[in-house]
């Protein structure tokens, strides 16, 4: 009976060692934040699609450019959008008189680009402070992805390196760079429904494996 109780107390110190140390694990791994999507999550937010489009006093007709962007807009806006494209021109401004006239042109470019005659409104701003370079402004409204500003740096970076978390800017830019390269926002939310089968290309497929046969492995 003396010699089992060394042997039990060994057991116990034994046991109580490697609870300390399971412990200690746990706390480390627990210091671990958050996913970095939960600190800068996408969100879906309206926001204005403008351009501006530069007009000089003595400009009498848009350029072969300006059109191509135009109609790069008017693509864009048929991509995002259903909703109407403002045509923005100067008022008190030195240019406001060519801007007028351009501005029907504007217009029939962008109804020539796909634009509905009922979704084009023409509207005025105030540019008396811009004096020769008030430009006519394109804007619609649409829903975009946004992760938020990135470069905030509210916690000392040492501190929480030694503590093996992540600093909170951390993904902020791999979350940014996401948000804007989606090309439709809505398929943060909820997929896609999948299109139907290429039949054609299905049977070609099939008949080019038969011709070839199975591998042989």
Not at 16 to 21: D, K, P
Not at 27 to 46: A, C, F, K, Q, W
Not at 150 to 165: A, I, Y
Not at 197 to 212: G, M
């Amino acid at each position: 009976m003396s010699k089992s109780l060394p042997m039990l107390a060994t057991l116990l110190l034994s046991a109580a060692m490697l609870s300390g140390c399971g412990n200690r694990v746990r706390s480390v791994t627990g210091s671990i934040p958050d996913d970095y999507r939960t600190r800068h999550p996408i969100i879906l937010t309206e926001t204005a699609q403008t351009m501006d489009i530069p007009i000089a006093t003595g400009d009498r007709e848009l350029t072969i450019a300006v059109r191509d962007n135009i109609r790069g807009f008017a693509a864009d806006h048929a991509a995002k959008s259903r909703g109407a494209v403002q045509v923005m021109l100067p008022l008190g401004s030195v240019n406001a008189a060519t801007a007028q006239r351009l501005g029907k042109e504007i217009r029939a470019t962008l109804i020539a680009a796909g634009v509905r005659r009922d979704q084009v409104i023409m509207t005025r701003y105030d540019a008396a402070g811009y004096g020769a370079s008030a430009p006519i402004r394109l804007a619609f409204f649409a829903i975009t992805a946004n992760a938020g500003p990135c470069g905030e740096w509210p916690e000392d970076l040492v501190v929480n390196t030694m503590e093996n978390r992540n600093y909170h800017n951390f993904g902020c830019a791999s979350q940014a760079n996401l948000a804007a390269q989606v090309a439709n926002p809505m398929d943060l939310v909820q997929p896609r429904g999948m299109t139907p089968i290429d039949a054609e290309q299905r049977n070609l497929v099939i008949q080019d494996y038969r011709d070839v046969g199975q591998p042989e492995f």
